[in-house]
């Protein structure tokens, strides 16, 4: 499984964009990159996953350059309700390989 | 998405007690479902895969005699904490995914579990 390393935490303000990067340098082949939200007391939410280029969705925009050894979560104009942990997972897609947690990225925005 | 639900949400018990965390996937079969504990301020460490039908895969450290895992439908899984002592308090959370989706593992809300 590959490591992941991400930055222990970060601070944002209100209304500005955030980008979290994530460093996995022995990714394999097949893997792709998903992205989760944890909010406290509760289960990690999936937010995005890409395998390479850029990929976006109503929430997110995922970054991931050409030799797919990093990637960044970028969250436009956080809120309060941005605040929690991020994590970035490496692994095969199709939810029967398991994936290991790094230590994942704490968010918090101030007002 | 696809919606996983886990019971109790809480859970208090004295040293020594059994404690059966149930993980249900809600509108979705899921063949393989996954166990994790988290302790506060900590990431998710996984414990076990859970296989329907089958015997559950533990990660290594974990006591299967322990955590027993049972996995008897295709919508239900179950985690039992045996003799629970105070050191076994911890948030539990399980996974499963949808094969017909795109792949991603969708998280119950997760289990906290107080011994006293």
């Known amino acids: 499984l590959a490591k992941t390393t991400q930055p222990i935490s970060m601070d944002s303000y209100e209304g500005q964009e955030v980008n979290i990067t994530c460093s996995h340098n022995n990714i394999a082949t097949n893997d792709y990159i998903t992205w989760y939200q944890q909010f406290p007391s509760q289960g990690p939410r999936f937010i995005i996953q890409?395998?390479?280029t850029k990929v976006t969705n109503e929430v997110a925009s995922l970054f991931i350059p050409a030799d797919r050894k990093s990637s960044t979560l970028s969250l436009p104009r956080v809120s309060l309700s941005d605040t929690a942990v991020y994590y970035c997972?490496?692994?095969?897609?199709?939810?029967?390989?398991?994936?290991?947690f790094g230590t994942g990225t704490k968010l918090q925005v101030i007002p | 998405g696809a919606v996983v639900s886990q019971h109790p949400s809480r859970v208090i018990c004295k040293s020594g007690t059994s404690v059966k965390i149930e993980c249900r996937s809600l509108?979705?079969?899921?063949?393989?479902m996954f166990w994790y504990r988290q302790f506060p301020k900590q990431s998710l460490m996984l414990m076990a895969t859970s296989n329907e039908g089958s015997k559950a895969t533990y990660e290594q450290g974990v006591e299967k005699d322990k955590f027993l895992i049972n996995h008897a439908s295709l919508t239900l899984s179950t985690l039992t904490v045996t003799s629970a002592h105070p050191e076994d308090s911890s948030f539990y959370i399980c996974?499963?995914?949808?094969?017909?989706?795109?792949?991603?593992?969708?998280f119950g809300p997760g289990t906290r579990l107080t011994v006293l």
């Open positions: 509108d979705f079969q899921a063949t393989t």
């Open positions: 997972l490496v692994g095969e897609p199709g939810g029967y390989q398991k994936v290991t």
């Open positions: 996974s499963a995914s949808d094969s017909g989706g795109r792949g991603e593992q969708f």
């Open positions: 890409g395998y390479k």
